[in-house]
């Protein structure tokens, strides 16, 4: 019987870990990107920017990003998805957070940051990783106030830089940066660390 309680015991534990809140799970949770072409695996910092981490993460979980496209690529710069279907339609996302760029996070190369508008608390789904050094995006100062870094490419800097070197021109609303054929995050998923 004491051994019959042992495993139900056991099997609660396994069963709550699956659905610990937020707060409670890894400091630095992973997530693969699967792209039409290749996967991408990003390491999260919850401490240095728990909002944007909770905010992504829940993107992540609500399925949101599957079927998005990366919309704006910009060799020599950076990458950007997380917004658009591929017939270029803009996903109703949740509402804007904070921006959390003052976290001592840089946009060094192969960081993965939030994209925002010129309303430095309006960033919602869409993110882009960081293709070289991109200081001039840091937080400075109240007038310099910067785009928020919250995570690292871990593994698939080959895919970045494939999708980096896609051709790209105009599509939708977009002049020009739009790849000519459509890079698709076919899903986004919560991963163990290896």
């Known amino acids: 019987m004491r051994h019959d309680l042992w495993i139900s015991l056991a099997a609660l534990l396994v069963l709550a ?5 937020l707060s409670a799970q890894p400091a630095n949770p992973r997530v693969l990107i699967k792209t039409s072409m290749g996967d991408i695996t990003l390491e999260l ?5 728990p909002i944007t981490v909770k905010n992504f993460l829940s993107y992540v979980q ?3 990003y599957d079927g998005t496209i990366f919309h704006r690529v910009i060799d020599g710069f950076m990458i950007q998805g997380g917004g658009l279907t591929a017939d270029m339609n803009q996903k109703a996302g949740y509402p804007p957070i904070k921006n959390e760029s003052g976290n001592g996070l840089r946009n060094a190369r192969g960081s993965v940051a ?10 919602t789904s869409q993110f882009f990783i960081n293709l070289v050094d991109n200081a001039a995006l840091d937080h400075v100062n109240d007038a310099q106030y910067g785009y928020a870094v919250f ?3 871990v593994e698939g800097m080959d895919i970045v830089n494939k999708i980096a070197a896609a051709p790209t021109g105009s599509g939708g ?6 790849p000519v054929e459509k890079i698709i995050i076919n899903k986004a998923a919560v991963v163990e660390a290896k």
């Open 62 to 64: 609500d399925k949101f």
């Open 151 to 153: 995570g690292k490419v």
């Open 114 to 123: 939030m994209a925002r508008t010129n309303d430095l608390n309006s960033a």
């Open 173 to 178: 609303p977009f002049p020009k940066d739009v």
């Open 45 to 49: 910092d919850r401490a240095k920017a």
């Open 17 to 21: 870990a699956g659905s610990l809140p």
